[in-house]
């Protein structure tokens, strides 16, 4: 039965992103991306040799971007590539105009650049096109990575006892919001914040904690936050923040072990243990928000 309302959300997610896309230009939920990777024919390792530079200052428009490149490694290739193939990608970058806010564009390479790339063959032999969207272009894995357990749970295993929900417990009141927050603090309307619209010339709070969430936001380190990075810091930040003060009790802003073990949020009790010690990074007993975000964030972001 989880398996099968799995599914429907899935096709629900896919469907109503497909009529977001074309009508209202929205951002797509990350379980859409994840897809599309899924669907990839091509996830390969490359190498930029050449990027072509595809800019242009005229807003309302798709540039298209051309690299050429080298394979490093394939992960699976439906067309049969192998390491040291010499291929072309072709990529595309959309400018976009006032009140405009869209899917993510996927990342501009240059030359040098190293990236694991979801691809799909185009017509030319030696030739591709992006298969993910925004995310089509990702940093290539790391060799030998350690998996991160907590109490023998991955984080994703975490988050589901906390019953957190993303991208799901959106709505249309949400997206409203965010879209309005990011396209006013977007004053020059490329469709992502720079550090001086938002640290620098931002209005919320004070500029550390603007540049802490700014930081915390731009995931891919680029030095700006794009549509959908600040959607899902807002999305990932705003429902963190509502499990924590339903646990913290006595509404002090700060949250108790005993508080935590008291909520029953997880019921294994030694798994609770873990998990708070996880989140308590300093390790003076007791969690607030800033710590229990930074923790949290990695988490929910994670695979």
């Keep these: 039965m989880i398996e099968l309302n799995s599914l429907r959300i899935k096709k629900l997610l896919v469907a109503l992103a497909f009529t977001l896309l074309v009508n209202a230009r929205a951002e797509l939920p990350p379980s859409v991306y994840d897809e599309m990777k899924r669907g990839a024919g091509e996830v390969i390792v490359i190498k930029v040799s050449k990027a072509s530079q595809g800019d242009s200052k005229s807003v309302g428009q798709r540039i298209q971007l051309t690299y050429e490149a080298g394979v490093i490694r394939v992960i699976r290739s439906q067309s049969g590539l192998r390491p040291n193939a010499k291929i072309t990608i072709q990529s595309s970058y959309y400018r976009f105009g006032p009140g405009e806010v ?80 990011f396209s006013r603090l977007d004053t020059n309307k490329d469709g992502r914040h720079s550090k001086e619209e938002y640290i620098v010339n931002g209005v919320h709070m004070n500029e550390q904690a603007r540049q802490g969430i700014f930081n915390a936001a731009d995931y891919d380190q680029d030095g700006f936050v794009s549509a959908f990075e600040y959607f899902e810091n807002r999305i990932i930040t705003d429902e963190a923040k509502l499990i924590f003060e339903a646990m913290d009790q006595n509404k002090n802003g700060q949250l108790t072990r005993s508080e935590f073990m008291s909520s029953k949020r997880i019921k294994d009790l030694k798994l609770a243990e873990a998990i708070f010690q996880a989140l308590d990074t300093n390790k003076n007993g007791e969690l607030i928000i800033p710590e229990y975000l930074r923790v949290w964030g990695k988490w929910a972001r994670s695979k």
């Design 102 to 181: 869209g899917p993510s564009n996927p990342r501009r390479l240059k030359k040098d650049d190293v990236v694991m790339a979801y691809l799909q063959k185009w017509k030319k032999a030696g030739d591709y096109k992006i298969a993910a969207g925004g995310h089509s272009f990702e940093n290539p894995p790391t060799e030998n990575q350690p998996k991160i357990l907590i109490g023998g749970k991955t984080p994703r295993e975490v988050l589901n006892q906390f019953k957190f929900q993303g991208f799901l417990a959106l709505n249309d009141q949400h997206w409203q919001s965010y879209n309005w927050v």
